[in-house]
């Protein structure tokens, strides 16, 4: 069973940045595909970024598009979601997931595996 940690959510103005980390427990992470998801009060589960494991496909949300970046080190079992320009609509738990399938994908019904979430906040 993959174990899969977020850490670096916090509070920031609009504008700013945050790093989002993921780290996996077992080395079998290097061959899923991972994603980010987030879910802000009353809402449902929103897609945000996904990478293949072999590091040469990346997808995002149009919400998110240009201003997040998704990276994975297969060697450190790591996964981050880089955030710039944030906005107060970007406000949620953020989530990472694991998906043993092959194929990239933005369902979330498709993941295996998930962390138990960092909160990032946005202030206007």
């Known amino acids: 069973q993959v174990q899969l940690v977020e850490s670096g959510g916090g509070s920031v103005q609009a504008g700013g940045s945050l790093t989002l980390s993921c780290a996996a427990s077992e080395r079998t992470f290097s061959s899923y595909v991972m994603g980010w998801f987030r879910q802000a009060p009353g809402k449902e589960r929103e897609f945000v970024a996904v990478?293949?494991?072999?590091?040469?496909?990346?997808y995002y949300a149009d919400s998110v598009k240009g201003r997040f970046t998704i990276s994975r080190d297969n060697a450190k079992n790591t996964v981050t979601l880089q955030m710039n320009s944030l906005k107060p609509a970007d406000t949620a738990v953020y989530y990472c997931?694991?998906?043993?399938?092959?194929?990239?994908?933005?369902?979330?019904?498709?993941?295996?595996?998930w962390g138990q979430g960092t909160q990032v906040t946005v202030s206007s």
């Open positions: 997931a694991g998906d043993r399938g092959g194929a990239i994908t933005s369902w979330w019904k498709e993941y295996d595996y």
């Open positions: 990478i293949n494991w072999s590091v040469d496909r990346t």
